[in-house]
């Protein structure tokens, strides 16, 4: 399968036709950015380390029931993918207090919560990803009740089988952005990626941080965290 036009360019990824009208290919690059877009740079071999990670995590839930939009790797950074009409909900479960939460709820960063969190926002890089509730979603007309119900019940099961996987790794699934979309067939899929820029990853002995946020607030080691997530998730003898 070969890469054709190219249909969006986004902070993180390439999307790319294919030969068949319902497949896409996309390329993870190695530019990262945080704030918005305010803070931009690059994480040497994010690309590579983001696809074989989300590859590990797309066929983890694959086997657990989850459908996901993701076919096959084509090389160390392009995966062939279900071409999906995203909806424009970007879902976010929190298990852990961290960031925005933090600062909007006054509670301390590392507070572990005695249930999870679930949490809707519009999919906008114009506003900034604005937090909004399934009233706006109604109004807006951005999904159906049934749509999110779905992608409401997906995530709680995501969320139960990572946390269980990343804990036998000695990982805390702090919390992680999901997004949906419907394919031709009308089905709803898991799409975008599974990786430390759309997770929160701690230790769970020391809470170091495993994650992106390593590059939001300048700690150092970025590649170091990306390469460790990797290493702790990935299968011995397994080759991608």
Known sequence: MEKKKLLYEGKAKKVYSTDDKDLVIVEYKDDATAFDGKKKGQIKEKGELNAEI??????????????THYIKRLNKRDLLV????????????????AGSLAERLGVEEGTRLKQPILE??????????????????YALELAT???????SNQTMKINEILVNFLAERGIDLVDFKLEFGRGSDGKIYLGDEISPD?????????????????????????EDAYHEI????KKEGTTL
């Open 120 to 137: 809707f926002y519009y999919k906008s890089d114009e506003l900034g990803d604005p937090m909004i509730n399934e009233y706006h979603i």
């Open 82 to 97: 279900r071409d999906l009409d995203i909806i424009m909900v970007e879902v976010v479960m929190r298990n852990i207090v």
């Open 198 to 222: 759309t997770c929160r990853f701690w230790d769970s002995e020391t809470g170091k941080k495993l994650d992106k946020d390593r590059f939001r607030r300048d700690l150092g080691e970025v």
């Open 54 to 67: 989300s590859v590990i995590f797309f066929e983890l839930l694959e086997e657990n029931g989850i459908d």
């Open 145 to 151: 009740p049934e749509d999110m119900e779905i992608l």
């Open 230 to 233: 990797l290493k702790r998730i």
